[in-house]
Each structure stands twice: as C-alpha cells, then as structure tokens.
C-alpha cells in the first residue's frame, strides 16, 4: 500500500481556482491509479476523478467535467486535482486515493485514501 498525504485545500470564493495535491510514499507509484473523491456535510463520498497508473486516461464526474482537471507527475510521486470556475457546491472534504486498477477507483474500492483536505467555496 502507499501512504497519501493532500494539501491545498483552502477557503476560496465562487469563481475562484485552487490546486489540490497528493503526495504519495512508495516507489511503485506509477502503477497505481489514482483518484479524488469528495465528502459534503451529511452527504456520501463521492467520486471526483481518476487517472491512470500512465496518466494517459482520465475519468471525471459529471459535476466536474470541463471545471477539474486531475494529472500527475510519476517522478515525484504526486497527483493534482486543479479545479477552477469553483462552486459552493464543491465545498466538501477532497480525498486522494491510489488503486490497483481505474476501475477499483472508479467502484471507489481503492487500496489506500489520504486523510483528506478541507475546500469551502463561499457564494
């Protein structure tokens, strides 16, 4: 398993960008796919977006596509979540996470989660 750590998160107003990052251990990180996931207050988590162990496939949500863009550098270890035209309705706590393949990211069944990084988007 690798260790996640996010940070970037941040109090940001509508309209706004922000760059989320995960920093991950471990020097087999260009085989796992990696994904961010998404909690609101009383609300289940939620997948945001995935990419490949290559960084050459992506997958988005719905509420997300055309807004978040997620990449990677495989030679530091580190996945990003930008984000930008930001939305109240993205407030929620952003998670990282790595798996084995896009789909146990996309099944939200992957083998390790960060610890989370908190975004609020005031209106």
């Known amino acids: 398993q690798v260790q996640l750590v996010e940070s970037g998160g941040g109090l940001v107003q509508a309209g706004d960008s922000l760059r989320l990052s995960c920093a991950a251990s471990?020097?087999?990180?260009?085989?796992?796919?990696m994904g961010w996931f998404r909690q609101a207050p009383g609300k289940e988590r939620e997948f945001v977006a995935a990419i490949s162990g290559s960084g050459g496939v992506t997958y988005y949500a719905d509420s997300v596509k055309g807004r978040f863009t997620i990449s990677r550098d495989n030679a530091k270890n580190t996945v990003f979540l930008q984000m930008n035209s930001l939305k109240p309705q993205d407030t929620a706590v952003y998670y990282c996470a790595a798996g084995a393949t896009l789909a146990t990211i996309q099944k939200a069944l992957p083998s390790s989660w960060g610890q989370g990084t908190q975004v609020t988007v005031s209106s």
């Open positions: 471990g020097r087999t990180f260009s085989r796992y796919a």
